[in-house]
């Protein structure tokens, strides 16, 4: 049966800590396909710099020469603010019962998930795979410590049901954020190899992330 992984961020812009977390998931996890999902209005988070038509780019230059990482344009679409419960409902819908779904968060995203809609809903439509981040600094709430106890197996090969497993996964540690990248830019300064090339000169030709003086 197919085992989809779904990867959601703002993508303000893709940089390599994304993909090679992607990869290495996807190896990992032995998925048959691992898709890119673009936040339109993310509910936690502050005003994107990029256009979401400009992060939806970025993300399909970023991933156009690797034919097992899928862009999906799901949340661009809905005109409301756009919810992981949501995609992974609709995917749900669309693989079937019997697909595995994997939610793929890093630790600051999962150390932030009960501010999420609906959020214990998402255990019963996929298993959640908590990557780890180098920097990361965040206390786990208290509700999420039960939640690891109740719900974590310890290997990839434990991981056995459809949905409702949770898998912390240690990969490459690369400390590359989306901030660093627009704060490096708009200092003048180059993110040069922190980002595919083709990414990097998108954001050149179109000027963004520049400070406005
Ligand atoms: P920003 O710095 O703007 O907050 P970001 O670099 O954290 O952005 P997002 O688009 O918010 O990027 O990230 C999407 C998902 O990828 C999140 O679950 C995030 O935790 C994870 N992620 C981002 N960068 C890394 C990294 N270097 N290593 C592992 N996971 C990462």
Not at 21 to 35: K, T, Y
Not at 73 to 78: I, Q, V
């Amino acid at each position: 049966m197919i085992r989809v992984g779904i990867l959601g961020g703002t993508f303000d812009p893709i940089h390599f800590g994304h993909l090679r977390s992607a990869v290495e998931v996807r190896e990992c996890l032995g998925l048959d396909e691992l898709r890119l999902v673009p936040n339109a209005r993310p509910p936690h988070r502050d005003r994107p710099g990029a256009t979401a038509q400009q992060r939806l780019e970025m993300v399909c230059l970023a991933t156009a020469s690797d034919d097992q990482l899928l862009v999906d344009d799901c949340e661009l679409r809905r005109e409301r603010p756009s919810y992981t419960v949501e995609t992974l409902e609709a995917l749900r819908a669309e693989l079937g019962p019997d697909a595995t779904l994997f939610l793929i968060v890093g630790w600051d995203a999962f150390c932030g998930l009960p501010g999420w809609h609906r959020w214990e809903s998402l255990l019963e439509l996929a298993s959640l795979v908590v990557l780890q981040r180098p920097e990361q600094d965040q206390e786990l709430p208290e509700v999420l410590k039960d939640l690891l106890a109740a719900r974590s197996v310890g290997t990839p090969e434990a991981m056995k049901a459809t949905h409702g497993e949770i898998l912390c996964l240690a990969q490459t540690p690369l400390a590359i954020s989306a901030t660093h990248i627009r704060a490096l830019i708009s200092a003048g300064r180059s993110p040069r190899f922190l980002l595919p090339d083709a990414v990097l000169g998108y954001i050149e030709t179109r000027g963004l992330y520049r400070s406005p003086n």
